[in-house]
């Protein structure tokens, strides 16, 4: 290989952006097209330099915006690369245009997407906007709740995205800052394992193979249109979440790291449960052991994979719960959060007799505290008991004023 | 759980010296986390660092901490930012100053009655470093007052750290290092 080989300790100390850009090296992906933003950049940044360095055999190509990024990353991938990029917020926002022609286009890139707000008002900090914004776009999407995942889903990404069964791009969620800025304790794959796992790219359909011209991005009216976008949502549907579930497996093979679509923590004999992303996943998963040890069954769902939305896994996952609590980190702006309706929609036909409520929280980096976190499993407590819910069913934790409340 | 919030000037290197500190700390087998507020991340700007050590993995990503230390890198932050908040019994503070603990404590009354440590970092880098870059000699300060590693093992791991600078440089690191432990009082 025309690329030197970086010797890594076992456990590194790395932020989520680090371990992003550590993946992507040991990925050896050909092309990344970028266009920095706040708080995504060290991660472009860092295939910039590994590539300077001569740890990688591939090409950094620097456009004139985030539109520009996702177009060139779509054309590498159109000619037949390994193409990874990343970016956040507002950067998402002008790329959107351009996200649905790459999953249109049925081209496998990874997106690391370090979750931002969205202006106005202008703000870098971490909530779920950008990631709900696109949630239709015909993306894969996983969620990182820490940069040991952020490191592992992006080898995982490569591996589901580049299966010539799915052939769809798919985005590597992380928390701005809250993840991307925090360092931790990574355990690192060496770069034969991780290479080895993700494998060499093969490319279907590639543009540079002049033996077999192909055409990409073409037009398609009322005759054909319907098709081509139901046959990519039954592959969303029925061939992403098993290919998903069988790479997660290899990857337990390989590290003992385990992943599922649905992440539970103390599900097994919940009276009460928060369902959430990111890095409260974990700050919840702290606080419900805290209080278990109060005498409140408290358990945690974490979704890993946001789309396809693992509607069965969760109705499965949430069928004994009393009181569930949906967490959104974006402002749904006149609805109900997208948790709350997703989960609605995954039990409305089933037989639990759940009481659900939702909460809007963390917007533009808001911290959610321990002390939040412990109010509301005393909150759903409280429903449980009572037999239905005792507040309005969309409440907002941490913000300042006179309390908020809808539904 | 032990927890550390520094309080800095963006461009000091709080954020490079919680994430050293976390580092070192890692190769022992603790879990660490370190991260910080940029605010509006403009060089010279009030900021903070945070790092956290535990013997179990850290689930906890909340900001709010009680910390156990508090590091002070700039010697005017004393008085323009608050760097008692969230102080609980324990919080032992080092800080940056060419004044005396009991002067220190007169010009700050918020400090009186709480465990002050001082020490001039900013001297202490200008005279071995070169530059006023007061994080590794506050780690050296940190290492006296929490008696957390022998200083041969910590300037060790801190060579390893500083591994891609120029030779002329970690020296320069280690004699601060060492200075700032001798000298914090």
Known sequence: ?407 | MLEIRWHSRAGQGAVTGAKGLADVISTTGKHVQAFAFYGSAKRGAAMTAYNRVDDKVIMNHEKYMEPDYVLVIDPALVFTSDVTINHKESTRYIITTHMSTDELIKAQPKLAGKKVYTVDCMTIANDTIGRPIPNTPMLGAFMKISGMYEMDFFKESMKRVLGKLPQKIIDANMLAIQRAYDEVK
């Open chain 1, 1 to 407: 290989m025309a690329f030197d080989k970086m010797e890594l300790k076992d456990i590194e100390v790395w932020d989520g952006n680090f371990a992003a850009a550590q993946a992507m090296r040991q990925s050896q992906v050909d092309v990344v097209a970028a266009y920095p933003i706040t708080p995504s950049t060290p991660i472009v940044e860092g295939y910039a330099k590994f590539l300077a360095d001569g740890y990688i055999e591939g090409e950094f190509v620097m456009v004139e915006s985030e539109h520009a990024a996702m177009s060139a990353c779509i054309g590498a991938a159109a000619a037949g690369g390994r193409v990874a990029t990343a970016t956040s917020s507002q950067g998402l926002a002008l790329m959107s245009e351009t996200l649905y022609q790459a999953s249109g286009m049925r081209l496998p890139i990874v997106l690391n997407l370090v979750n931002r707000a969205l202006a106005s008002p202008l703000n870098v900090n971490g909530d779920h906007s950008d990631m709900y914004m696109i949630r239709d776009s015909g993306w894969i999407q996983f969620d990182a709740f820490c940069s040991q995942e952020a490191y592992d889903l992006n080898f995982i990404a490569f591996k589901v995205s580049e299966d010539h069964d799915i052939r769809l791009p798919a985005i590597v969620n992380q928390d701005g800052f809250m993840t991307s800025h925090t360092a931790q304790g990574v355990k690192t794959l060496s770069d034969d394992a991780a290479y080895g796992f993700v494998g060499e790219y093969k490319p279907m359909n590639d543009m540079l193979d002049f033996e077999h011209p192909v055409t990409h991005g073409v037009q398609t009216e009322e005759d054909w249109h319907f098709e081509h976008k139901a046959r990519q949502h039954n592959d969303l549907m029925t061939k992403v979440m098993p290919k998903i579930q069988s790479v997660f497996k290899d990857f337990e093979k390989l590290t003992g790291r385990k992943y599922n679509p649905v992440e539970k923590y103390n599900m097994d004999d919940a009276d009460v449960c928060v369902v959430c992303l990111g890095t409260s996943v974990e700050t919840a998963r702290e606080v419900a052991s805290d209080m278990r040890a109060k005498g409140i069954k408290a358990g945690v769902i974490g979704l890993r994979v946001i789309r396809p939305f693992p509607f069965f896994e969760i109705a499965e996952a949430l069928k004994n719960v009393k009181a569930i609590a949906a967490l959104d980190r974006s402002s749904p702006n006149g609805a109900a959060g997208m948790l709350f309706n997703e989960i609605a929609g995954a039990l409305f036909n089933t037989d639990t007799k759940a009481l659900l409520s939702g909460y809007i929280y963390g917007l533009g980096g808001r911290d959610l505290t321990k002390a939040h976190l412990v109010a509301l499993f005393n909150e759903l407590q409280a429903n449980a008991d009572a037999g239905k819910v005792t507040t309005k069913l969309q409440q907002f934790i941490g913000v300042r004023g006179p309390k908020l409340a809808f539904l």
